[in-house]
């Protein structure tokens, strides 16, 4: 049976649960939607933070959530809200969603999946006839790839506390623009939209998206609870050397700086070899100044994305960054920032129970798991109770443009999701 004519028949079925209403057709036909914003030739999605396609991919969501008849909000740093409202408006909001922008060679599902999953289990949960208690709201966060702007989780981090509005808004691109001028030419699209205060607290806090990694598919599992977050450390590194001719310079003068980074690169990489490939290092962006083929290399700026579960070894990890650099920088100068850590999280015990209830429920298969991948919902869970439900990821393929998920896992997901903010949305409300 294919999961549409599961569907029909699932209707007609006496349950009320909103997880019977989640409409796989209209979920799916959203996401392809999605990703003609920003498509590729090669079938994936290039959707940066704050570009005229994020902007016109949060229109989209916000002419949905309008027809829907749901609130819609976006704070000073750009996150959107869509709410439900509940029977009792005063009450904190049990909150779903993750982000719209996506990698340079991203995929149609990391990110967006989340947020469509959240607004079709609030439809679902409309169409059920339910009448919420406690509003809920569907959250789209700005900028949580870091690819344009770093860090990531910006508009997450900034709600949660963890980083200030202004520290935020000062990020620049590799071109010099600045997120506060990113904003500012998106803010036309939003004349309708009315501003919210940042920060406003959420009751709970449930997050979907695919797994990217292997796990559920190769043991042929539906969902993942997803009982915590690895951490993280960022840098940006700066090594200055000294322009010079390439014919005429000898080697014994030269400041070259891409020897230099290549030293350190191969240095750290060894430094991280870790046999149980736990510890997991990359450098993903490298600038090379002036990038010409008959100049030796003035300055290299290159990247470190450095990860681990363990908090205190993350911490002795990141401390062999600095001084490697050091190390090997020759006769150039180096200069190494720390620009982000986001320490390894555990997920509210509670909420990752009710998730088990509500997959058991539906009878799907499933199994708790850690996120390798960090998500918003890490920054959330350091200031309200937060969980993650995953769905499966064909070949764990992500951050590449081929990344796939199969729309019956999908639509599974959320099911779970809706079943879980229908439950929680009665939470603690007075009768
Ligand atoms: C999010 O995409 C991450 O870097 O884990
Ligand atoms: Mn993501
Ligand atoms: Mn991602």
């Known amino acids: 049976m294919n999961i549409s004519q599961e569907q029909t028949s699932k209707t007609v079925d006496s349950s009320t649960r909103p997880s019977s209403f989640v409409n796989h057709d209209r979920l799916n036909t959203r996401l392809a939607d999605m990703a003609k914003i920003g498509a590729t030739p090669a079938g994936g999605v290039n959707r940066a933070a704050l570009t005229p396609e994020d902007g016109k991919a949060q229109l989209l969501l916000v002419q949905w959530a309008t027809d829907l008849g749901l609130k819609v909000t976006r704070d000073a740093i750009g996150n959107l809200f869509l709410r439900l409202e509940g029977t009792q408006p005063d009450l904190s909001p049990v909150v779903s969603g993750s982000h719209i922008d996506t990698q340079p060679t991203g995929g149609k599902f990391d990110g967006i ?46 709600h949660a506390g963890l980083r200030s509005l202004e520290a935020a808004l000062n990020l620049i691109d590799v071109d010099g623009v600045s997120v506060r001028d990113a904003l500012q030419e998106l803010e036309p699209l939003f004349e309708s939209v009315a501003q919210r205060p940042l920060g406003l607290p959420f009751y709970r806090y449930v997050e979907t998206h695919i797994e990217q990694g292997p796990v559920l598919e190769r043991d042929d599992l539906a969902i993942g609870i997803v009982t915590g977050i690895q951490g993280k450390h960022t840098f940006r590194v700066t090594v200055n050397g000294e322009a010079a001719h390439s014919g005429t310079a000898p080697h014994k003068t ?178």
């Open 113 to 158: 999946y989340g947020v469509l999953a959240a607004l079709e289990a609030v439809e679902a949960i409309v169409a059920s006839g339910g009448v919420v208690s406690r509003p809920v709201e569907v959250v789209a966060w700005v900028n949580e790839e870091g690819s344009r702007f770093a860090p990531s989780m910006m508009g997450s981090g900034v």
């Open 254 to 431: 030269r400041k070259d700086a891409l020897l230099a980074a290549a030293g350190m690169i191969t240095a750290l990489s060894e430094a991280f070899v870790d046999p149980e490939d736990i510890t997991r290092f990359t450098v993903g962006r490298l600038i090379v100044e002036p990038n010409a083929p008959s100049v030796v290399p003035q300055q290299v700026v290159f990247s470190i994305d450095l990860r681990h579960p363990d908090q205190e070894y993350l911490e002795q990890l990141g401390q062999v960054v600095p001084e490697t650099c050091q190390r090997h920088a020759g006769p150039c100068d180096v200069h190494v920032e720390r620009l982000y850590t986001a320490k390894p999280i555990a997920f509210d015990h509670q909420l990752q129970d009710d998730i088990e209830a509500a997959a058991r429920a539906l009878d799907l298969p499933h199994i708790r798991m850690l996120s390798s991948a960090g998500h918003d919902a890490g920054p959330i869970q350091s200031k309200f109770p937060a969980g993650m439900i995953f769905v499966p990821s064909v070949g764990g393929v992500t951050h590449n443009e081929t990344e796939f998920t199969h729309p019956a896992d999908l639509t599974r997901g959320t099911q779970v999701l809706a079943d879980v903010l229908w439950s929680l949305s009665k939470e603690g409300v007075d009768a």
